[in-house]
C-alpha cells in the first residue's frame, strides 16, 4: 500500500509540474480567449541559423546578429564567411545597395582566413568602387582563396584603373592563395606577368579561367598557363589570344580533357580589326584530344569581317551570332559545323534564310537548340526545318515577326504543324508590346 502511495504521489507532483510549465506557456486573456506564446527562437539550433543566414545579404546578415547572443555566434561562425560577395557602388551614382564599408573593414579583420570562395560585385561604371575593390583585394593576405570572380555590371570599372594598382592587388592573392582553382577576371586590366605568378603559385589547382576582354593579355601569356597549367577543365577568352599552338598546347598529353572552350570574337570598330586564321589540323588534334568539349563561340562582328570565318570544318558546339549576319555566313556555317548543337541568329538583312536552315537541319545532326530574332523564314520552309530536325529540337525560340505566310501555311496553322513535328505543344514568341 505504501509502495502504491508513493507511485500515485510522484504521478500527482508530476501533474503538477507538466501544469506549472503549461501555465507559463499559455496567458489567458479572458475566458474565451487563449495566446499561445511562439517558438524560442534564440534557442534555435545553429545549424538552422547558419542555413538562413547564408541566404541573407551582408547588411541584413549583421542585423540579425544583434538579436541575441547565440545569433552573433553563428554571425562569426568561420562557415559563414568560406563564400561571399563583396557587392560595392557609389550612393551618389546608383541606386543599389552596396556593402557597408564599416561591415567590409569587420569582415576583414574577422574573417579574412575564413574566405575562401570569393566574388567581388561592381554594380555602377565608377573608378571609385572598382578602387575599393582593389582596396579590399590588397588586404586579404591572410586567406587561401579556392575561386575569385572579379564582376563588372557596367563598363569601364576595372579598365579605368591604373594597370599598376590593380595588378599589385591582384598579386597578392596570387601570392598568398596556393589552390586557387577558379578564377574569373573578365574586362580588367590583367597582363602576363600577372598570369605567370598566377601560375607559378596555382599551376597545380586551376580548374577554370575565364578572362575576356582583357587587352593586355598576348598569346604567349595565355599559352603560358596552358603549358603550366595541365588541370585546365574550361577556359574562356577572346579570339586575338586563340592561336594554333594554344590549341596544340591543350592537346598535349599531359594536359587534361577540357570541357569548355568560350571563344568571343569582337569587333568594335568595322574594318579596324584583322582577324587571323586557326589551321584546321589545330581543331583537329584538340577535338582528338577533347572530342566531348563544348566549344562555345560568341560573335559580334559586322557582315564584312566574316571572311577568314567558316571557310573549313570547325569543332564549335554552341554558336551566337550578336549582330546581323548574312546568308551566305550562315550557309557556310550549315556546311562547316556538323557539331553543332545550338545556334542563335539575332539579326539577318531582308532576304528569307529557308535554304540555309535546310542546310542546317541536313549537315548539323546533333542541332537542338535553336533561336531566331530578326530575320525572314517562309513558313514552309520553317516546318520542312523542323520536320527534319524532329523531336531532339529541346528549344526553339521564334519570334512571331520571322515567320512568313505563304500559299502552304499562315500564321494560325503553322502552330498546329509544329507542334505536331515537334512531339509536344509549339508556339512561337510574341514581341512585348510595351
Known amino acids: 500500500m505504501k509502495r502504491g502511495r508513493k507511485t500515485n504521489e510522484a504521478k500527482s507532483s508530476s501533474s503538477e509540474e507538466a501544469t506549472e510549465k503549461e501555465s507559463k506557456r499559455h496567458k489567458v486573456v479572458d475566458e474565451k480567449t487563449i495566446v499561445v506564446q511562439g517558438p524560442d527562437w534564440a534557442n534555435l539550433l545553429q545549424d538552422i541559423i547558419l542555413q538562413v543566414f547564408q541566404y541573407l545579404p551582408l547588411l541584413d546578415r549583421a542585423h540579425a546578429s544583434q538579436v541575441c547572443r547565440s545569433w552573433n555566434q553563428v554571425f ?112 580588367t586590366p590583367v597582363d602576363d606577368p600577372s598570369l605567370k605568378v598566377l601560375v607559378a603559385n596555382n599551376s597545380d589547382t586551376l580548374k577554370l579561367l575565364k578572362m575576356s576582354s582583357c587587352p593586355h593579355v598576348s598569346p604567349a601569356g595565355i599559352l603560358c598557363v596552358a603549358d603550366q597549367c595541365h588541370g585546365l577543365r574550361e577556359l574562356a577568352l577572346n579570339y586575338h589570344l586563340l592561336s594554333d599552338e594554344l590549341l596544340l598546347a591543350l592537346s598535349s598529353e599531359k594536359h587534361v580533357r577540357l570541357e569548355h572552350l568560350r571563344i568571343d570574337v569582337v569587333s568594335e570598330n568595322p574594318g579596324q580589326t584583322q582577324f587571323h586564321t586557326i589551321q584546321k589540323s589545330s581543331w583537329d588534334a584538340f577535338i582528338k584530344h577533347s572530342p566531348k568539349v563544348n566549344l562555345v563561340m560568341y560573335f559580334f562582328l559586322y557582315e564584312e569581317e566574316f571572311d577568314p570565318f567558316f571557310r573549313y570544318e570547325i569543332p564549335v558546339t554552341h554558336l551566337y551570332f550578336g549582330r546581323s549576319v548574312s546568308k551566305d555566313v550562315l550557309g557556310r556555317v550549315g556546311m562547316t559545323c556538323p557539331r553543332l548543337v545550338e545556334l542563335v541568329v539575332c539579326a539577318n538583312g531582308l532576304r528569307p534564310l529557308d535554304e540555309e536552315l535546310i542546310r542546317i537541319a541536313e549537315r548539323c545532326k546533333y542541332l537542338s537548340a535553336v533561336g531566331l530574332g530578326e530575320c525572314e523564314v517562309s513558313c514552309s520552309a520553317f516546318v520542312e526545318f523542323v520536320k527534319m530536325c524532329g523531336g531532339r529540337l529541346s528549344q526553339l525560340s521564334i519570334m512571331e515577326e520571322v515567320l512568313v505566310p505563304d500559299q502552304k501555311y499562315s500564321l494560325e496553322q503553322i502552330h498546329w504543324e509544329v507542334s505536331k513535328h515537334l512531339g509536344r505543344v509549339w508556339f512561337p514568341d510574341m514581341m512585348p508590346t510595351w
Not at 575599393?132 to 572579379?150: M, R
Not at 599589385?168 to 598568398?176: G, I, K, W
Not at 577558379?182 to 574586362?187: M, T
Open 76 to 187: 562569426h561562425m568561420p562557415d559563414l564567411w568560406r563564400c561571399f560577395e563583396f557587392e560595392l557602388n557609389q550612393p551618389a551614382t546608383s541606386y543599389l545597395r552596396a556593402t557597408h564599408p564599416e561591415l567590409i573593414k569587420q569582415i576583414i579583420k574577422r574573417h579574412s582566413n575564413h574566405l575562401q570562395y570569393v566574388s567581388f560585385k561592381v554594380v555602377d561604371s565608377s573608378k571609385e568602387s572598382a578602387e575599393a575593390a582593389c582596396d579590399i583585394l590588397s588586404q586579404l593576405v591572410n586567406c587561401s582563396l579556392k575561386t575569385l570572380g572579379l564582376i563588372s555590371t557596367a563598363r569601364p570599372s576595372f579598365m579605368d584603373l591604373p594597370k599598376s594598382h590593380f595588378i599589385s592587388a591582384l598579386t597578392v592573392v596570387f601570392v598568398n592563395s596556393k589552390s586557387l582553382s577558379s578564377l574569373k577576371i573578365d574586362d
